[in-house]
């Protein structure tokens, strides 16, 4: 089949219009949302209980620490990074979930994905705590995050199992499921709190509550590789999943392995998920209005929406983090409170639109 | 329905006989579909480059199912479906999607995309690609879509996703030369005079590069005027092979249960359908 690429040209007598295939402006959203990060993250290393001086940024270099550069180096700046890396992975879990379902209401939070992951959680917490006790030291660490991953792994493919055969595009009977494993999780939750003891119960409830205060420099190192592997499959999967939103018989005509393609969103999705959830608990929302706020703005190209919804999702968990801390100084609220109490509202705006749109689809 | 069709002389037929004499470029082998509860086939068939198929038969016959066989979305339960010389099954994707093109029935696309990057995605398999721009930009002219440039296509009326559509699917088979275009009844819900211009536009496309052309059509006047063949599918089964033209009626009038009436002379003609009288009724 050798390729004629004059066939046709000749023949064509109407006006052949001007096309461009690139993301027009997503650099400079890009550019701009990355200035915007810096100067939250200046903002959230500045405000606090702790005053810091502009001085002590530079006694960070010196080999005696003031007590402001202690302040800095030991809880602000692994805080804000932290909380900005698990904002970025809760972002683009949710663009590359939304992608794989394709419907914007795909959120990991409301398809009970991290809720898989907090159920598995609290059964290592309680249930298996002498089992995790046991272990050697240098394990320790990874059992949480291990079994998070496991438990949203586990809900990722059961939520794909139902997507198969259920309408394709159809979002209510997703949302069905996720309530069902939401409720499961919760029950299980509820299960392990009833049996634990007072040092358990402590750290469970942390964990439904969602805060940023496990912070420190090895969890923001790990978050960040997760985070850049999400990101090397992102750009390595963008294209066929702007194929996959044609539909699936259409993906595979124009030549994608959609089941491959599927298989590497869901662990992708499982992993940043997890991974943002493991130290943190439950945080909702960022994974739904990250995405949701870029498509808006440089429309739905996935080339663009899955790195500028890691951003847009690390800007808005900073900000919601920041103001979780600062509100009610000394004290601090459990961050997912503030997400839900913005994400919510967005979510049912969203949901309206939708209901205008009628179909149901897009 | 009144107006008698003129397609046949708009479009060059040269390809169709050269390409015959070799290998057909499609070939069913006693295939097979088994579904839960029901089995389609066995089909046996053969389609060489340049023919153009329409596929008539009733509701729930089994003619998306025969679509769905030929384009590898389903695979054979027995026998075995060839293109270009080579079992359809486990080709590559990326090696099909050069060889044959499906243009889909429903058109929901999700997030409000760009129309021209739906239209890119027809050279999704196709690495590097230098020339996508421009065959985007003329794909987009082909298929009466040039004014539709920088919409969002979840904006677009269900006409201009049809043409949209179209043009994803010429994008896609641009630039290659004898391959298979699949069409499953995507011009139904489109007023007259579009179906009559996309049907145009589909036809010269193929003609052009030598494509086989098989659509699933439900207007009687249409595959009667703009097809070299006929398939009918009933029960399942491939019910005939038929050329199209007067001698046709009888069995078409029997695939439908309806009475059909030949009007006009053989370049311009109509037919027109009625209710089968009640010597039909069982």
């Known amino acids: ?362 | 329905m009144n107006a008698p069709y003129d397609l046949t002389a708009a479009v060059a037929r040269a390809p169709a006989e050269a390409a015959a004499a070799e290998a057909p470029l499609l070939e069913l082998r006693a295939a097979t579909v088994r579904v839960p509860g029901r089995e389609f086939g066995p089909f046996d068939l053969r389609l060489a480059a340049g023919e153009r198929v329409a596929i008539l038969g009733p509701s729930g016959a089994g003619k998306s199912t025969l679509l769905k066989l030929m384009a590898g979305e389903r695979s054979a339960a027995a026998g075995s479906v060839w293109l270009a010389g080579a079992a359809l099954n486990g080709q590559p994707l990326a090696r099909m999607a050069r060889r044959r093109a499906v243009l889909p029935q429903a058109h929901a696309v999700a997030f409000g995309m760009a129309v021209e990057l739906i239209v890119g995605l027809g050279r999704y398999a196709i690495e590097p690609d230098a020339q996508r721009t421009r065959i985007v930009a003329e794909a987009l002219a082909t298929a009466h879509a040039a004014h539709l440039v920088g919409r969002r296509f979840d904006t677009l009326s269900g006409g201009e996703q049809a043409r949209v559509q179209l043009a994803r699917v010429m994008a896609q088979l641009w630039d290659v030369q004898g391959a298979l275009l699949l069409v499953d009844e995507p011009l139904a819900a489109l007023d007259p005079g579009l179906q009559i211009e996309l049907l145009e536009a589909i036809t010269d496309y193929a003609a052009r590069r030598g494509h086989a052309l098989v659509a699933i059509v439900h207007d009687i006047n249409q595959a009667l005027a703009g097809f070299d063949r006929l398939w009918l599918v009933q029960d399942g089964r491939l019910a005939g092979d038929l050329k199209p033209g007067r001698a046709a009626l009888p069995r078409l009038a029997e695939l439908f249960g309806v009475e059909l009436q030949w009007v006009g002379d053989a370049q311009h003609f109509a037919v027109a359908v009625r209710r089968r009288s009640t010597a039909g009724a069982a």
């Open chain 1, 1 to 362: 089949m050798a390729a004629h690429a004059e066939v046709a040209g000749a023949a064509v007598a109407r006006a052949v219009p001007a096309v461009s295939t690139a993301v027009p402006g997503a650099w400079w959203v890009g550019l701009g949302l990355g200035a915007a990060l810096l100067l939250a993250l200046l903002a959230a290393a500045m405000s606090g209980a702790v005053a810091v001086q502009w001085s002590d940024w530079a006694a960070l270099a010196q080999a005696e620490r003031s007590g402001g550069a202690l302040v800095l180096w030991e809880l602000r700046l692994p805080r804000a990074l932290f909380a900005a890396a698990v904002g970025a992975a809760l972002g683009l879990a949710g663009a590359l979930a939304q992608g794989l379902f394709r419907n914007p209401l795909a959120d990991p939070g409301l398809l009970g994905v991290t809720a898989g992951a907090v159920c598995a959680v609290a059964l290592v917490l309680t249930f298996f705590a002498t089992v995790a006790a046991g272990l050697p030291p240098a394990w320790r660490p990874w059992v949480l995050p291990l079994a998070a991953f496991g438990g949203a792994l586990a809900v990722c493919f059961v939520l794909d199992g139902v997507a198969r055969w259920l309408m394709p595009g159809s979002i209510a009977g997703l949302l069905l499921t996720g309530l069902a494993l939401n409720a499961l999780a919760g029950a299980v939750v509820g299960l392990s709190v009833y049996v634990a003891d007072d040092e358990q119960l402590r750290s469970l409830t942390f964990w439904t509550l969602g805060s940023l205060a496990g912070a420190s420099w090895p969890v923001v190192g790990l978050l960040g590789l997760a985070l850049a592997i999400g990101l090397w499959q992102g750009a390595r999967l963008a294209k066929a999943l702007n194929a996959l939103a044609l539909g699936e018989s259409a993906a595979a005509h124009v030549g994608v392995d959609v089941q491959r393609l599927r298989t590497r969103l869901i662990v992708s999705v499982a992993l940043l998920a997890a991974l943002a959830v493991a130290w943190s608990g439950l945080i909702g929302f960022i994974g739904l209005m990250a995405p949701h706020l870029v498509r808006g703005v440089v429309g739905a190209d996935h080339r663009a929406v899955l790195p500028l919804s890691a951003l847009a999702g690390a800007l808005l968990l900073l900000l919601a983090d920041t103001v979780a801390r600062t509100v009610v100084i000394p004290a601090e609220l459990p961050v997912g409170i503030v997400t839900a109490l913005i994400g919510a509202p967005v979510f049912m705006l969203l949901l309206r639109r939708m209901a205008l749109r009628q179909g149901g689809h897009a």
